[in-house]
């Protein structure tokens, strides 16, 4: 078992913790927030989502699900943009999903978008952008929306990045038409870029 208590999380999103792998530095570990269970986001839930199994509020579960589907395909080029899955151990933190975890070329931690783009846009980021987007493209790969905060920018060299999505994985229809038709696929991707171009251009500094 994973002993996770007596360590810090490198990072802290709205459902999870993120963790160094205490075997394999080179791999994260994220786990449920105490606070963010699925019993307690069904305690707090109203309307009709009160009534949903505890399934529809376990992210863990739900990346799980992606991840298998992900690795059903065999397909290299999608881990280009997204880490990739080392399988699951049990936690003191409970059930902790294993992935790859990324560094900067100098060995520190890389920002999101949303926290680089206030600076302004460099050559590096730009670029990355376009092959990111032309990557979602190619693959057709569908995700919830592509939200600043749940892409990172790995600096692969001084201002050369790859973006990364570390959350938010998956399609998120009811009923996953987009993954049986291309066409509605690529309608849904362009979508998907819409809105992204949108909200990093709202981040950048006004001119």
């Known amino acids: 078992m994973l002993v996770l208590n007596h360590l810090k999380p490198f990072a802290v999103g709205g459902t ?15 786990v449920l927030r105490p606070d963010r269970t699925p019993e307690e986001r069904r305690a707090l839930a109203t309307g009709w989502r009160r009534f949903r199994g505890l399934k529809g ?11 298998q589907f992900l690795l059903a395909k065999n397909n290299p080029r999608l881990w280009d943009h997204i880490p990739k899955f080392y399988g699951t151990e049990e936690s003191d933190q409970g059930l902790a999903i ?5 560094r900067n070329h100098d060995g520190a931690f890389p920002s999101n978008l949303e926290e680089l783009l206030p600076s302004g846009m460099t050559q590096g980021i730009g670029k990355a952008m376009e092959e990111f987007k032309a990557w979602l493209r190619s693959e057709l790969f569908l995700s919830r929306n592509l939200l600043p905060h749940n892409i990172i920018a790995v600096e692969e060299a001084p201002d050369q990045y ?27 991707v362009e979508r998907r870029i819409q809105t992204f171009d949108y909200r990093t251009s709202i981040l950048l500094p006004k001119s």
């Open 98 to 102: 294993v992935t790859q975890i990324y």
């Open 162 to 188: 790859r973006l990364v999505i570390v959350d938010g994985l998956g399609n998120s229809e009811f009923i996953p038409v987009s993954d049986w038709f291309k066409f509605l696929a690529r309608k849904k």
């Open 57 to 67: 509020f376990d992210d863990q579960w739900k990346e799980l699900k992606i991840y």
């Open 16 to 30: 999870r913790r993120c963790y160094i792998h205490p075997d394999h530095p080179d791999r994260c570990v994220k």
